[in-house]
Structure formats: C-alpha cells, structure tokens
C-alpha cells in the first residue's frame, strides 16, 4: 500500500512513517520546506514538500497513493491561537480532504485527540472536533482515532516537554490535587493502532479512543516521567483557577510558555477513556503505562531533555 503521512516530521507522524516503512508500505512523508527532518533519518520513505494550508501542494502529495494518514496540525503545547488552529487543523483537514477526493483516494486516517469534545472550550479542542465533523461528512472512507496522552522517545512533543521541566525544574506543580486520572498511550502503540486500521474495513466510518492498558493518575504519571530522566521531584498542588491565570500571563510572554491553558482544560478533563472497542475491532493491544516507561528508561536513544 502506498501511504501519504502528514506531519510526517513530528513526533507522532515520524513514528508512523517508521512504523509503515517496517511493515513494508510505500511510505510518502509530507514536509514543509522549513521542517527538520531529524526524527526521519533511516526511513525508507520519499519526502514531498507542501503544507496542508496550502492546496496546490497537495495535488501532487496524493497523487497515486492508497492512503492518507492525518497527522498534521497543531496542538496543545503552544500558546492558544484560535485563528492558527483554524487555519492548521480545520482549513488544513479540508483541503486535504478536498485533495484526496479530486485525486481519487478513498481511505483517510484522521488523529484527532479526547480533546476534540463538545465540553472543551479551548482553541485546540474545538478545532480538532470541527476537523472531526469535516472528516465525517467527507464521503471517503475514514477511521477517527481519538489518543489520549501520547509518551515516547523523542525530543518532540508533550511528552517531552514535560521530560524537559521535570529534568530542569527542582518542584513540579500539578493542576489542581494531581490525581485526575487518564490512560496515557505509548507512541508506538498509537502508529501500529494507525497502521490496524488501514488493513481493516472493520473500522471504516468508526471513531475510536485509544490509550494505554492502565489508568494512572497525573501525580504518577509525573513520577513516571521522572524515572525516565533520572529526576524524582517533589510535586506541589496548585488550584486550577491560578493555573489558568498563570497560563494566560505566560502565553502574554512567550509563544511556547511552560504551562498552557489548553494543557489546563485537557488535564481538568482527563478521564479513563473506554478502549474496548479498539480492542474489540482491530486488536488494540496498548502497553501498560509502567510497561511503557520500563522500555523508555533501557533505551533512551533519541531522548533529550536539554
């Protein structure tokens, strides 16, 4: 199968381009111009300059594929930006969407996250459900994938950014008591996930929510973290409403500030999403969250904190 990957460069696209290339896919990265192409390096794949924003550039990226995994657009690290998760996670799906269907592509793997519920108001949640919404009125043949928090080696995304403040920082606050309780989900788990549900008509025109094996709390997914870079850091409760002033006074000054109100609403909203049906359709198979950072700490290849 030939497969097109957008956001191919980052930390989850990189896996799934990894992960295809090994179960013998023809793999096409989408990149744009400016993206580092370091977390690529020994994939078997061709990389294809364009960016979902802009729709001449996708004509020639879905050009003769089988299928598209969507993995491109914003997320919850950065400081909110509604108008640049418009443009990346709404307006980028549907020209995407419009590319594939003028090209002749039929099957569409969207990642959107929990997050995407009508109870979140922030900029990321609300885009990745309208993005959702677009995908299932698309008339291709699709799977929603809906991942909780998503860990693994790399020096890209959530996962490491929080890596970097438990590695540098001498306290930990937690929003609110810390105990909110979520199944955070192993990369790797999520491309074979993605992968699954190419290979399986049994998930065509299905939302599924994926995470790990187990649930854990905040406060022990933090101390997880911490096992991975060496650090055991005291935790400190913080009531989520300073959170939230404390977010919105460093999204004031830096564009990609510790703590962001979208990462405030998504742990506030945490829970132990069902992933029976995942299991059920596809044979998801998740590693357990203690499983998971075992692994990380035998092989930190790839992992930085600096």
């Known amino acids: ?7 191919a460069s980052g930390f989850l696209g990189s896996h799934v381009a990894r992960t295809a290339a090994a179960l013998g896919h023809t793999v096409r990265c989408l990149i744009r111009p400016s993206s580092d192409r370091a977390l690529l390096r020994g994939v078997d794949a061709s990389m294809t300059i364009g960016d979902v924003t802009d729709p001449p550039s996708l004509v020639a990226a879905v050009s003769n594929v089988d299928a598209v995994v969507h993995c491109a657009g914003t997320t919850s690290e950065m400081a909110a930006d509604f108008a640049r998760s418009e443009r990346a ?8 969407l419009s590319a594939c269907r003028q090209g002749g592509v039929e099957r569409f793997v969207f990642v959107s996250s929990l997050s995407a519920n009508e109870r979140n108001t922030g900029a990321y ?5 309208a993005a959702e919404r677009l995908v299932e009125a698309s008339g291709l043949r699709f799977t929603i994938l809906r991942p909780s928090t998503i860990y693994g080696p790399g020096a890209r995304g959530l996962f490491a950014k929080i890596a970097q403040h438990v590695a540098r920082f001498p306290v930990i606050p937690l929003v609110g008591s810390g105990q909110q309780r979520f199944r955070p989900v192993h990369v ?17 025109g299905r939302t599924y929510d994926l995470g790990g094996l187990d649930g854990v709390s905040f406060a022990r997914f933090i101390d997880g973290v911490g096992e991975v870079v060496g650090k055991k850091r005291p935790k400190i409760g913080i009531p989520v409403p300073v959170c939230f002033a404390l977010a919105r ?8 500030p510790p703590l962001t109100v979208e990462n405030i609403i998504g742990i506030v909203q945490m829970n132990e999403c069902d992933i029976s049906r995942a299991q059920a359709d596809f044979g998801f198979s998740p590693l357990s969250f203690a499983e998971g950072i075992r692994r990380l700490c035998t092989d930190r290849k790839g992992f930085r904190t600096d």
Request: with cysteine; proline share 0%.
């Open 249 to 256: 006074a460093m999204a004031l000054i830096s564009r990609n």
């Open 188 to 204: 790797d788990d999520v491309a074979t996930a993605i992968l699954r549900c190419l290979g399986s008509d049994n998930t065509v």
């Open 89 to 96: 996670n709404v307006i980028g799906t549907r020209n995407l």
């Open 125 to 129: 949640g609300m885009t990745k459900l």
């Open 1 to 7: 199968m030939i497969v097109l990957v957008t956001g």
